[in-house]
């Protein structure tokens, strides 16, 4: 057997928090919220569209800008150097609809990452803090600090509000028609 060359000490009492984490934990919020009606849900988002070819493109800008010799910045076809996760609001009381808030983006060390909201969100939030946001609804986030602020504002924009209140809406209507029936 050859020699083992790793030397890597794993700090697993300094665990960083994963930015889809942080995410999944408002889901739990929301589901409590409403009990159990509205469901926020952030997954892995693997669709090979030129929507997600252009969230790469933008990551892989950023990656370029904050370490430009980056060995990582292209990678080929085959590999990404990224993940990406799409965050959106359904209810199981309501058949197909889902209402998509954003794709999350970013590399192996969580920060910096790119959000990529919605056109009505992205307008709410640059007049909220005065502002065009980004170039094509993208925030770009360098911190933890920063993401926790910008999400805290994505979920309390009206437009999120009136779809969480809609979906609400519609499936006390269902549960009312099934006690009906």
């Not at 988002?45 to 904050?66: P, V």
Request: proline fraction near 4%; charged fraction near 25%.
């Amino acid at each position: 057997m050859t020699e083992n060359m790793w030397t890597i000490v794993l700090d697993e009492t300094s665990i960083p928090i994963p930015p889809e984490t942080l995410v999944d934990e408002q889901c739990d919020n929301l589901r409590t919220l409403t009990h159990g009606r509205v469901i926020a849900k952030i997954v892995s988002y693997r669709h090979n569209s030129d929507n997600s070819a252009f969230i790469r493109q933008i990551f892989n800008a950023i990656l370029a800008e904050f370490s430009p010799n980056a060995v990582q910045q292209d990678l080929g076809p085959a590999a990404q150097n990224c993940f990406t996760f799409e965050f959106f609001i359904t209810s199981a009381k309501v058949n197909n609809y889902k209402f998509r808030v954003f794709f999350l983006t970013y590399g192996i060390d969580f920060y910096p990452l790119v959000i990529r909201l919605d056109d009505d969100i992205a307008a709410e939030i640059g007049a909220e803090i005065g502002a065009e946001i980004g170039t094509e609804q993208n925030i770009f986030c360098k911190k933890e600090t920063e993401f926790k602020a910008f999400l805290k504002k994505i979920l309390n924009s009206p437009k999120v509000a009136k779809v969480v209140n809609t979906l609400h809406s519609m499936a006390l209507q269902e549960e009312r028609k099934l006690r009906a029936v």
